[in-house]
């Protein structure tokens, strides 16, 4: 009788240890389909045409020698992220000083006082090919153009995409990166796996339309898309679209269940799911 007394405590023990632990977390996925076709390229103050001049040339030596194709791999292969420091700002020094928001792995984002990403190891590279020493200001994204066109920077690197009102503010190198923006969701969520194209996952959106929150980092495509924008050609979704100022803080909100889903450049969206996931 004890003994069966033991076995029957014993699994009830385990049981209630295995509710107690084993209880899983919301993650995130995204679903790979393009929703947009964008280009990423820097913004050069539009007073220094010989500096476009010499980024656009460096654009095309890192390409060619595949110093760019190496940064890259450190963010999305196997490779290890390399930390840049920013000096300080002294305008009786020769420097390159940098506008960027740095809110937006894994082009760029900070530890402690270093910068990382691919457009802030670009900087520094692009810096050393100039030889300038290298200023990197962070702010808003919504600030980065004005900050340029205003002269307080002499260039925006901060995942841009070319976009025709922030012609005047900059003017734009060549591209260097192809990106889309895509959507993000639960991972228990199965209503958009059977979508194969764009149009496909729009309409489920629209369907939707104002019952649905969805998440943009402030300012970047992901807004312009989701509530409509004229100069690029997008109808908008007819979503409540809900701000925050990084990629990284509209996804927890949605794991926390306050908003539905997340759009966000390609990039970002896997880099961040990534990440996010592995806390949870």
């Known amino acids: 009788m004890k003994k069966l007394l033991a076995v029957a405590m014993a699994v009830i023990m385990a049981a209630a240890l295995a509710g107690c632990g084993g209880e899983k977390k919301t993650t995130a996925k995204v679903i790979e389909i393009w929703l947009t076709n964008e280009e990423y390229a820097f913004g050069v103050d539009k007073a220094q045409p010989e500096l476009l001049e010499s980024v656009n040339e460096f654009i095309e030596e890192i390409k060619a020698t595949g110093t760019f194709d190496e940064i890259c791999n450190r963010y999305f292969g196997d490779g290890t992220p390399v930390a840049v420091t920013s000096a300080v700002y002294d305008e009786s020094k020769d420097q390159l000083v940098v506008a960027t928001n740095a809110e937006f792995e894994p082009f760029e984002y900070k530890e402690g006082d270093k910068y990382y990403g691919i457009d ?109 924008d004229e100069d690029w050609g997008f109808e908008g979704l007819g979503v409540e679209v809900v701000g925050y100022k990084t990629g990284s803080l509209a996804v927890q909100d949605m794991l926390d269940g306050n908003i539905d889903y997340v759009i966000i450049d390609s990039a970002p969206a896997e880099y961040i799911t990534e990440k996010i996931n592995k806390k949870q």
């Open 120 to 228: 802030m190891e670009i900087a520094a590279q692009l810096a050393a090919y100039l030889g300038k020493e290298l200023v990197i200001q962070n702010m808003d994204f919504d600030e980065v153009c004005p900050a340029v066109g205003q002269q307080k920077c002499d260039i925006a690197m901060a995942g841009l995409t070319v976009r025709e009102d922030r012609m005047e503010y900059v003017s734009f190198s060549a591209p260097y990166y192809v990106a889309a923006q895509k959507l993000i969701v639960t991972s228990e969520d199965m209503e958009f796996d059977a979508c194969l194209e764009a149009a496909s996952v729009e309409a489920i959106l629209k369907e939707k339309g104002s019952s649905i929150k969805v998440g943009v980092q402030t300012g970047t495509t992901g807004q312009f898309y989701a509530e409509g």
